[in-house]
């Protein structure tokens, strides 16, 4: 990152993404204290499939202790209490970085890359609600954000 880089600027950069971005500014949860060791680790794997490449993490968040904690209901996925664990603890933010991350590491690496062509988006599995016996809980698939979104991340983090 650049000098200049601000919170008040990535929340700014962030906010009119949506969805479950939009819902990490919800009551005030992104401040500098709340991101402080936030990125204390690395991305737990970057994997290609099928030609496209995703970006996976794994939590091992406890939420409410119950099953049904990890349900996402496909009609209405930001309703989930998995949608308000995310944007709890600014996860949205995170795999937003990372993906910026791979976007650069792509475009350096890989001939011929194309954002909306190579990436295929983000999973984060809750891996205390996975389970053989409910398929698809505890799994939150994040589509890619606009390139053009991607692109002004990006340009923050360079200082422009």
């Known amino acids: ?12 950069v962030l906010r009119g993404w949506g ?12 401040s500098a204290s709340s991101i402080v ?4 680790g690395i991305v737990d794997l970057f994997f290609e499939h ?10 091992t968040n406890i939420m ?9 209901d496909p009609a209405d996925p930001l309703s989930s209490r998995i949608a308000e664990e995310l944007a709890a603890s600014l996860y949205p933010l995170q795999w937003a970085i990372y993906t910026v991350a ?17 990436f ?7 891996v205390r609600g996975i389970t053989k016996e409910r398929p698809g809980d505890g799994t939150w698939i994040q589509e ?17």
């Open 102 to 118: 791979m976007h650069r590491h792509l475009r350096n690496t890989l001939p011929g890359y194309d954002y909306e062509k190579h």
């Open 50 to 59: 099928g030609g496209k490449y995703y970006i996976a993490d794994w939590k």
């Open 19 to 30: 969805g479950i971005y939009a819902k990490m500014f919800e009551a005030g949860r992104i």
């Open 144 to 160: 890619p954000p606009p390139l053009d979104d991607l692109n002004a991340l990006d340009a923050f983090f360079d200082g422009n």
């Open 37 to 40: 060791g936030m990125m204390t």
């Open 1 to 12: 990152m650049r000098e200049g880089v601000t919170l008040d600027g990535l929340v700014e």
């Open 64 to 72: 409410d202790g119950v099953p049904e904690s990890f349900h996402i």
């Open 120 to 126: 295929g988006g983000i999973r984060y599995l809750f």
